[in-house]
């Protein structure tokens, strides 16, 4: 079964900017969703089909994917972004998911 | 909007069957999308249950395939989720979700999640 690899964690200071990465064999090849999930809340769709904003996601979240890796980039980091982050792909009809990143703003 | 609410019984016992409704309101269920469930166990990673077309269609996560069944009611727009021989390691937030109209789209909405716990 496909498999996507996330850090643990990873950490930003304020008003910098903050990358996670989700690694899988070509996944540069796949669409690429991320989602972002705060403590005791259900996730949020920040990114979707590698690049793309939902609604209502602000400008400083964006997404990039090649090779066998993908992006998500947060720019100007804030005290709110704080949250674990997972990566999801659609691999012949199975849904799969990263181990999830928390992401800490210092 | 479209809201999706989970409901069932918070605690199973073990070799017993968890079963999970959600109900959507703000949307058709009969529209072209996929419903799903996703579960996550307390401190641990998002794992996909399973997805239902309102046609009856179903993908399932193949390491609970042997377990899960999950069906659809048009006139009630709701759809289940049943796992059966259920042990501690169910124990999970069970989140009911809607995918996107593409066939490459993520996960656009989410309830708000429900604790089921697996104990005598």
């Known amino acids: 079964s496909y498999e996507l690899t996330q850090p643990l964690s990873v950490s930003v200071a304020l008003g910098q900017t903050a990358r996670v990465t989700c690694g899988g064999i070509n996944i540069g090849n796949k669409n690429v969703h991320w989602y972002q999930q705060k403590p005791g809340q259900a996730p949020v769709l920040v990114i979707y089909r590698d690049t793309n904003r939902p609604s209502g996601i602000p400008e400083r979240f964006s997404g990039s994917n090649s090779g066998n890796a993908a992006t998500l980039t947060i720019s100007r980091a804030q005290a709110g972004d704080e949250a674990d982050y997972y990566c999801?792909?659609?691999?012949?009809?199975?849904?799969?998911f990263g181990g999830g990143t928390k992401l800490t703003v210092l | 909007q479209v809201q999706l609410q989970e409901s069932g019984p918070g605690l199973v016992k073990p070799s017993g069957t968890l079963s999970l409704t959600c109900t959507v309101s703000g949307g058709s269920i009969s529209s072209s999308h996929w419903w799903g469930w996703i579960r996550q166990p307390p401190g641990k990673r998002l794992e996909w249950i399973g997805y239902?077309?309102?046609?009856?269609?179903?993908h399932y996560n193949p390491s609970l395939k042997s377990r899960v069944t999950m069906s659809v009611d048009t006139s009630m727009n709701q759809f289940s989720l049943k796992l059966s021989s259920v042990t501690a390691l169910d124990t999970a937030v069970y989140y009911c979700?809607?995918?996107?109209?593409?066939?490459?789209?993520?996960?656009?909405?989410w309830g708000q999640g429900t604790l089921v716990t697996v104990s005598s």
């Open positions: 239902i077309y309102y046609s009856g269609s179903t």
């Open positions: 999801q792909v659609g691999d012949n009809n199975i849904v799969v």
């Open positions: 979700a809607r995918k996107g109209a593409l066939a490459v789209a993520g996960i656009e909405y």
